[in-house]
């Protein structure tokens, strides 16, 4: 079993910064893509980032510029550096990555989630 474990949300005023981190333990061969999601009260779960092993990386829109992703392939974690932040950033913000098993078999992980609230 792989778990994925999550820090840095809180609070934080409008232009602020916050720094996530994520780390997976566990068993496993390696971890291809590792990203982080969202979602907002009341709306739909919305990918934020996504980062490859090899350093690939995908942005939504509404990020792209403010926030940066960032992993460590060594300590098996990921990381979200969000800078600029605004009050439509409120959310919960899941940690997920991609496993590959010893035997080859894929499987497609969660983190428990984290809070993270930017007040004006």
């Known amino acids: 079993q792989v778990q994925l474990v999550e820090s840095g949300g809180g609070l934080v005023q409008a232009g602020g910064s916050l720094r996530l981190s994520c780390a997976a333990s566990?068993?496993?061969?390696?971890?291809?893509?590792m990203g982080w999601y969202r979602q907002a009260p009341g709306k739909q779960r919305e990918l934020v980032a996504t980062?490859?092993?090899?350093?690939?990386?995908t942005y939504s829109v509404s990020v792209k510029g403010r926030f940066t992703i960032s992993r460590d392939n060594v300590k098996n974690s990921v990381y979200l550096q969000m800078n600029s932040l605004k009050d439509e950033d409120t959310a919960v913000y899941y940690c997920n990555a991609d496993v590959l098993s010893y035997s080859g078999l894929r499987k497609n992980y969660w983190g428990q989630g984290t809070q993270v609230t930017v007040s004006s």
């Open positions: 566990g068993s496993f061969f390696e971890i291809n893509n």
């Open positions: 980062i490859t092993r090899v350093g690939s990386i």
